[in-house]
């Protein structure tokens, strides 16, 4: 079993739509959890940290289910630019790993 | 910008040669990590610096790839007698410190291929 998986979709939404996607962890120790994005041939960028009360930042929502070991991230109101692959990460109890899972690709539609 | 510097940005050599890959950190980032991303894949571990510890070089694929960390700041990764399967982007990011609640911040990358 991976240490994150991810749907790799793709996801085809229409604009202003709302998307969901969620990523399991195998780690129940693991710590720190993070949601990147990256843009094709681009490197991965920090999107937003997540948080075990649930953080949101603008249209993301980043939330974590310990019992069930997963995260997810919602976004609402896609734009257009909102298109990207979405990175799940986490880290391995002893902290100073991360397995970055491989990614659910978004695609908003005009 | 004070963001990740990676050099080179592409690099094709024939299978057989060895290269270097270099990574100028954020200034003040204890923290180093290497990874590597096929087209398509996630990004898969290489190896971490955290200070003056020793690195967790566990993700090394093969003794062919070694990596060192001068003064605590830049980085290179070596490929000796490259494959074709070497060829990926090369990715470096950093964080403040190395462990839980720190997020990586990458570089642009080095795309290598190996013909």
């Known amino acids: 079993r991976k240490e994150v998986e991810q749907d790799p979709g793709p996801f085809n939404v229409p604009e202003g739509a709302t998307v969901a996607f969620n990523c399991t962890y195998s780690?129940?120790?693991?710590?720190?959890f993070f949601w990147y994005r990256q843009d094709c041939r681009k490197e991965p960028k920090l999107l937003m940290s997540?948080?075990?009360s649930g953080n949101e930042d603008g249209r993301f929502t980043a939330q974590l289910n310990r019992a069930s070991q997963y995260i997810s991230l919602l976004i609402r109101d896609s734009k257009l630019s909102d298109s990207a692959t979405y990175l799940c990460v986490v880290n391995k109890n002893t902290g100073n790993q991360f397995y970055f899972g491989t990614g659910t690709s978004l695609t908003v539609i005009p | 910008g004070a963001g990740v510097s990676q050099s080179p940005s592409n690099k094709v050599t024939e299978k057989g040669k060895d290269v270097e890959l270099r990574c100028d950190p954020i200034?003040?980032?204890?923290?180093l990590y290497w990874y590597r991303q096929s087209l398509g894949q996630g990004l898969e571990f290489l190896i971490y610096f955290q200070g003056n510890s020793a690195p967790d070089k566990s993700g090394l694929p093969s003794d062919r790839f070694s990596a060192e960390r001068t003064g605590g700041s830049v980085s290179t990764l070596t490929i000796q007698r490259t494959q074709q399967e070497d060829s990926a982007v090369y990715l470096c990011?950093?964080?403040?410190?190395?462990?839980?609640?720190?997020?990586?911040?990458f570089g642009d990358g080095t795309r290598l291929s190996i013909l």
């Open positions: 997540v948080y075990s």
């Open positions: 200034s003040g980032h204890t923290a």
């Open positions: 780690n129940s120790a693991s710590q720190s």
């Open positions: 990011a950093s964080s403040l410190m190395g462990g839980e609640g720190q997020p990586q911040h």
